[in-house]
């Protein structure tokens, strides 16, 4: 997991984020600390071969979690990041950002199965989560990340391709046992990319820069 420490900014919590925050916190207390995981079953994203997918799955899935880690580092991230992107661009740009990844990364999760003719139960916040970390990595790119436990900061833009590079990899080799959804991770950093240039073009933002 990257983080940074940034003093450009407040360290209150934007409302955004923290709703997202919070949203999340009680989703995962009623499904994992409470084991209420009928709900999970509810909110998750089904895949479209198994017959369970409806299409309000593709905004509650990302709300939902079930395992402590999962839940925390994913919304580790959205604290470290979520917030410096939300005062950078509002909280309605933010939001829709955010939506849009996570939308987007669950669509990128239903081609994929559909392909590999798969069945697939996904949940978790994580593709709108790399797409916050693609939007850092394009607006900050210079700024240093932390991985946790290495002590050797890694410019933003660099930590951006390598994470990419990794989940196409990890995608690909499609290894036993492996249940993380590495293409819906790399769908919210397309859909990430594609939003920000799209935004660039039409002239919506307050820079120029990229990679």
Known sequence: MAYFNNNSYSNSLPPVTRYIL????VIWLICG????TWL???LGLYSIN??????????????????FGHVFFNMF??????????????????????????????????????????????IGASGSVFGLLLAFGMI???IPLYI???????????????????????????????????????GGMLFGILIILYWRKKGIGHDNRFF
């Not at 919070?22 to 916190?25: K, V, Y």
């Not at 600390?33 to 209420?36: D, E, H, V």
């Not at 410096?84 to 990844?101: I, P, Q």
């Not at 996570?102 to 798969?118: D, E, F, K, P, R």
Request: with cysteine; hydrophobic share 50%.
């Open 148 to 186: 946790m436990f290495i002590p050797i900061p890694i410019k933003a833009k660099y930590m951006v391709i390598g994470y990419g590079v990794l989940e196409f990899f990890f995608g690909i080799a499609n290894r036993s046992g492996d249940n993380v959804a590495h293409f819906a991770h790399l």
């Open 77 to 122: 991230a959205l604290f470290m990041f979520g917030r410096s992107l939300e005062y950078y661009w509002g909280h309605k740009r933010f939001l829709l950002y955010y939506m849009l990844t996570g939308i987007g990364a669950g669509l990128i999760q239903l081609l994929v199965c559909h392909l590999q003719g798969v069945p697939s139960f996904t």
């Open 50 to 67: 198994t017959g369970g997918f409806l299409i309000y799955q593709l905004v509650t899935y990302m709300f939902t979690h079930i395992e």
């Open 140 to 142: 900050f790119p210079n």
């Open 40 to 42: 999970a079953s509810i």
């Open 33 to 36: 600390l409470l084991n209420q």
């Open 22 to 25: 919070i949203i999340n916190g």
